[in-house]
């Protein structure tokens, strides 16, 4: 049975940082403009994504088959999808007969108010935190920080993150846009210690950190990579123990994951964790894959007292209901579209404004947080289909993006101006009179602007300055393509007549 | 209650639905040809030497004759001095135990310390449910005789395998684990715990064991 559960209400501090996240108006253009500008950004990304980005092809060539794999891979995803009520029942039954918890919650608030709910109650005020997109996506360690609870980051990354009151930029690689000078400089600061670059004695120094902070943790904290619906297991991947040490040392174990986590069977997982891995990081498994359920048993040694799934929709019931968008819930978020995206390794993560970035970001961010507040989104994208063909589950995300843009334009999101010169585009494009007057027009202007600067035109006016704000353009010919090919026509007919 | 039906509903909703299912819906078949890497019984500890090798997993060849007295030059050539054991069948009828007290360690069963003091030892030695020889994988499932701590913990992990460990596929291991259940916990461990997060640079050893040592029984 899953509980009732007494609501909380959430600290004034915490309340107050997440209004002022939702309500900074996001300016996609502005960011990417600087984030492209610099240089040491670019350069670390790069480095990064271009290590997995190979990785991953060499890896996938050892599959007998990458690409029906990933078929399959996405079709079983979708099968889990469309009939999530049915797996989400099977699930929830099956924990509770392992002995854990289940709870459900509707919006990002509830997860919120559940887990506090379950530390409060269970006295638990020393946590330990491994990775999860889902708790990023509902800001948990600030809340709990908020809380008053001792909660500390232990996924290397995130640690880093959190002490540098910093935001993650890559799904998989949370500090793909920092080097290690600042963050050398950073736990100079946070430990009072001599400064040292060496990533392993960096790494080193917040290994002994936290591990006094396993060993005196009360509650652990992790997400799930999947959850299986016919054993109620949960099955979480990492690399360097730390989810392990949530699931292993306090008392008590909080899983919280998305809804749309769910696999059918425990053998469905051969096929997803061969793709997992490999699609990541250009492994061919990553160092630890855990798959639990509930609490210890009677006579085991060791592992949590108290297990409790927090199962989470916040907005996946809603793309769940629109038959094109629902494949976009395939996503296992392994980043391989972040890694092939052209846009993302030139701007990097934040600059997509949400915690989901790259290719996929840009998809469901707005899908999640509304069209009209990330409108800029579904264009941070050459439409190159680079992310499709990595996406180990085949979601189409250059065709999501297209719907995307055709959604803003239907639901008249777009600027004014935008859509009047498209309207008269349109009218336009349907009448050869006007088409010939306004390309003479157009023609005319472009000449004049291109004689004043040598041949070639550099600024253009109102909305066409963007163009010619960071390069050239020649001048168009004295002639049309469409006059060029009537007088062609002519003098072919004219010497047609001559031969005969 | 009411918040498992609510979104439970909702879903259902989403999905075009009034009432649940009437019957269990039927998941795409895993197609083996396209999935299992390896399809073979023969050659595993080969397969498996390999991949242990790619993941930094050292391995040892021992009889059983050898394997006491192997261990402990190999635990005090690392410089350990407290080791814990399971107490597990397989380690108990080796004798292992024993064997490392009298080559002078610290040796000490699970069982009779806690998990706290766990975290000043210097080895864990554990058998293991499988290997498999696809990834070069050690598989531990928690029992009362294996916690999820001796291999996570002490800085050095030591995993006795033996012969009818080894399963060629992932695929055949969870066919196995689906009859044998996971229990509470089920780990596939493939290599030394590590991190590329500070700018791509591989570091071995973080919040689980530096060093990961299989004496494979031959």
Same mark, same amino acid.
Not at chain 1, 75 to 100: M, P, S
Not at chain 2, 135 to 145: E, M, N, Q, Y
């Given at each position: 049975?899953?509980? @009732?559960?007494?609501?909380?209400?959430?600290?004034?501090?915490?309340?107050?940082?997440?209004?002022?996240?939702?309500?900074?108006?996001?300016?996609?253009?502005?960011?990417?403009?600087?984030?492209?500008?610099?240089?040491?950004?670019?350069?670390?990304?790069?480095?990064?994504?271009?290590?997995?980005?190979?990785?991953?092809?060499?890896? +996938?060539?050892?599959?007998?088959?990458?690409?029906?794999?990933?078929? +399959?891979?996405?079709? *079983?995803?979708?099968?889990?999808?469309?009939?999530?009520?049915?797996?989400?029942?099977?699930?929830?039954?099956?924990?509770?007969?392992?002995?854990?918890?289940?709870?459900?919650?509707? @919006?990002?608030?509830?997860?919120?108010?559940?887990?506090?709910?379950?530390?409060?109650?269970?006295?638990?005020?020393?946590?330990?935190?491994?990775?999860?997109?889902?708790?990023?996506?509902?800001?948990?360690?600030?809340?709990?920080?908020?809380?008053?609870?001792?909660?500390?980051?232990?996924?290397?990354?995130?640690?880093?993150?959190?002490?540098?009151?910093?935001?993650?930029?890559?799904?998989?690689?949370?500090?793909?846009?920092?080097?290690?000078?600042?963050?050398?400089?950073?736990?100079?600061?946070?430990?009072?210690?001599?400064?040292?670059?060496?990533?392993?004695?960096?790494?080193?120094?917040?290994?002994?950190?936290?591990?006094?902070?396993?060993?005196?943790?009360?509650?652990?904290?992790?997400?799930?990579?999947?959850?299986?619906?016919?054993?109620?297991?949960?099955?979480?991947?990492?690399?360097?123990?730390?989810?392990?040490?949530?699931?292993?040392?306090?008392?008590?174990?909080?899983?919280?994951?998305?809804?749309?986590?769910?696999?059918?069977?425990?053998?469905?997982?051969?096929?997803?964790?061969?793709?997992?891995?490999?699609?990541?990081?250009?492994?061919?498994?990553?160092?630890?894959?855990?798959?639990?359920?509930?609490?210890?048993?009677?006579?085991?040694?060791?592992?949590?007292?108290?297990?409790?799934?927090?199962?989470?929709?916040?907005?996946?019931?809603?793309?769940?209901?629109?038959?094109?968008?629902?494949?976009?819930?395939?996503?296992?978020?392994?980043?391989?579209?972040?890694?092939?995206?052209?846009?993302?390794?030139?701007?990097?993560?934040?600059?997509?404004?949400?915690?989901?970035?790259?290719?996929?970001?840009?998809? *469901?961010?707005?899908?999640?947080?509304?069209?009209?507040?990330?409108?800029?989104?579904?264009?941070?994208?050459?439409?190159?289909?680079?992310?499709?063909?990595?996406?180990?589950?085949?979601?189409?995300?250059?065709?999501?993006?297209?719907?995307?843009?055709?959604?803003?334009?239907?639901?008249?999101?777009?600027?004014?101006?935008?859509?009047?010169?498209?309207?008269?585009?349109?009218?336009?494009?349907?009448?050869?009179?006007?088409?010939?007057?306004?390309?003479?027009?157009?023609?005319?202007?472009?000449?004049?602007?291109?004689?004043?600067?040598?041949?070639?035109?550099?600024?253009?006016?109102?909305?066409?300055?963007?163009?010619?704000?960071?390069?050239?353009?020649?001048?168009?010919?004295?002639?049309?393509?469409?006059?060029?090919?009537?007088?062609?026509?002519?003098?072919?007919?004219?010497?047609?007549?001559?031969?005969? | 209650?009411?918040?498992?039906?609510?979104?439970?509903?909702?879903?259902?909703?989403?999905?075009?639905?009034?009432?649940? +299912?009437?019957?269990?819906?039927?998941?795409?078949?895993?197609?083996?040809?396209? @999935?299992?890497?390896?399809?073979?019984?023969?050659?595993?500890?080969?397969?498996?030497?390999?991949?242990?090798?790619?993941?930094?997993?050292?391995?040892?060849?021992?009889?059983?004759?050898?394997?006491?007295?192997?261990?402990?030059?190999?635990?005090?050539?690392?410089?350990?001095?407290?080791?814990?054991?399971?107490?597990?069948?397989?380690?108990?009828?080796?004798?292992?135990?024993?064997?490392?007290?009298?080559?002078?360690?610290?040796?000490?069963?699970?069982?009779?310390?806690?998990?706290?003091?766990?975290?000043?030892?210097?080895?864990? *030695?554990?058998?293991?449910?499988?290997?498999?020889?696809?990834?070069?994988? +050690?598989?531990?499932?928690?029992?009362?005789?294996?916690?999820?701590?001796?291999?996570?913990?002490?800085?050095?992990?030591?995993? *006795?395998?033996?012969?009818?460990?080894?399963?060629?596929?992932?695929?055949?291991?969870?066919?196995?684990?689906?009859?044998?259940?996971?229990?509470?916990?089920?780990?596939?461990?493939?290599?030394?715990?590590?991190?590329?997060?500070?700018?791509?640079?591989?570091?071995?050893?973080?919040?689980?064991?530096? @060093?990961?040592?299989?004496?494979?029984?031959?």
């Amino acid at each position: 049975m899953s509980e @009732t559960l007494e609501q909380q209400p959430i600290d004034k501090h915490t309340q107050q940082f997440l209004q002022q996240a939702a309500a900074t108006p996001f300016d996609f253009h502005s960011i990417s403009v600087k984030a492209a500008g610099d240089e040491r950004l670019k350069r670390a990304v790069n480095n990064a994504v271009m290590r997995q980005y190979t990785g991953r092809q060499l890896r +996938l060539a050892e599959l007998p088959d990458s690409d029906r794999l990933r078929t +399959l891979a996405g079709d *079983i995803k979708q099968h889990t999808l469309d009939h999530l009520d049915y797996y989400l029942e099977q699930f929830a039954a099956n924990v509770e007969r392992n002995g854990g918890h289940v709870h459900f919650a509707s @919006t990002a608030d509830d997860a919120r108010r559940i887990i506090l709910d379950i530390a409060a109650r269970s006295n638990c005020t020393r946590i330990i935190k491994s990775k999860s997109m889902a708790s990023e996506e509902i800001h948990l360690a600030h809340v709990l920080e908020h809380a008053g609870i001792d909660v500390v980051e232990t996924d290397l990354g995130e640690f880093i993150v959190q002490i540098g009151k910093d935001r993650p930029s890559h799904i998989v690689a949370p500090i793909i846009h920092k080097d290690k000078a600042s963050i050398a400089q950073l736990f100079s600061e946070y430990f009072g210690t001599p400064y040292n670059d060496d990533p392993e004695a960096l790494t080193r120094q917040a290994r002994n950190y936290l591990r006094d902070k396993f060993r005196r943790a009360d509650l652990g904290m992790t997400g799930g990579n999947f959850i299986i619906a016919e054993t109620g297991q949960i099955c979480v991947v990492e690399n360097e123990g730390n989810a392990r040490q949530s699931l292993t040392t306090p008392r008590v174990l909080i899983s919280l994951v998305g809804i749309e986590k769910m696999i059918p069977r425990l053998a469905d997982l051969s096929v997803m964790l061969k793709l997992l891995a490999r699609s990541a990081t250009g492994q061919h498994m990553t160092v630890y894959t855990s798959i639990f359920s509930g609490p210890r048993r009677e006579d085991e040694g060791d592992g949590p007292q108290e297990f409790h799934v927090v199962l989470m929709d916040n907005g996946r019931s809603e793309i769940l209901a629109d038959e094109e968008y629902r494949e976009t819930l395939r996503c296992i978020r392994c980043g391989a579209c972040l890694n092939a995206c052209p846009v993302y390794r030139k701007i990097g993560g934040h600059a997509y404004g949400a915690v989901y970035c790259g290719p996929i970001g840009a998809l *469901i961010t707005p899908l999640f947080q509304g069209l009209g507040n990330f409108k800029d989104l579904p264009q941070a994208s050459s439409l190159c289909g680079a992310c499709y063909e990595a996406c180990p589950v085949k979601i189409n995300i250059p065709q999501h993006l297209i719907n995307l843009r055709r959604d803003i334009t239907r639901q008249k999101l777009n600027g004014r101006i935008e859509r009047a010169v498209y309207r008269l585009w349109a009218r336009g494009l349907q009448s050869p009179l006007l088409y010939h007057a306004l390309s003479r027009l157009q023609k005319w202007d472009l000449r004049r602007r291109a004689r004043k600067s040598g041949g070639w035109i550099r600024t253009m006016p109102a909305i066409a300055a963007g163009w010619t704000q960071i390069r050239d353009m020649p001048a168009p010919g004295a002639k049309s393509f469409h006059q060029l090919w009537r007088k062609r026509k002519r003098s072919a007919h004219a010497r047609e007549e001559h031969s005969h | 209650m009411h918040e498992k039906s609510t979104v439970i509903e909702n879903v259902r909703r989403a999905l075009g639905r009034v009432e649940p +299912l009437a019957s269990p819906p039927v998941p795409p078949s895993i197609d083996e040809p396209i @999935t299992r890497l390896v399809s073979s019984d023969i050659g595993l500890p080969e397969l498996f030497a390999k991949m242990a090798e790619q993941n930094k997993i050292g391995l040892d060849r021992v009889t059983v004759d050898q394997l006491g007295t192997k261990l402990a030059a190999y635990l005090k050539a690392k410089g350990c001095d407290r080791v814990a054991l399971p107490n597990s069948p397989l380690l108990n009828q080796l004798g292992l135990l024993e064997s490392l007290r009298a080559a002078g360690l610290d040796a000490r069963r699970w069982d009779q310390i806690t998990l706290d003091e766990l975290y000043d030892f210097d080895a864990g *030695i554990t058998d293991v449910y499988a290997a498999v020889a696809e990834t070069g994988s +050690l598989v531990i499932r928690a029992s009362k005789d294996h916690g999820r701590s001796l291999s996570l913990v002490p800085p050095i992990h030591v995993a *006795i395998v033996e012969p009818r460990n080894f399963l060629p596929d992932l695929i055949d291991l969870f066919d196995k684990l689906a009859i044998d259940s996971c229990g509470s916990n089920t780990v596939i461990i493939t290599g030394p715990s590590k991190t590329s997060d500070i700018e791509m640079n591989l570091v071995t050893g973080v919040h689980g064991p530096t @060093t990961v040592q299989v004496f494979l029984l031959v």
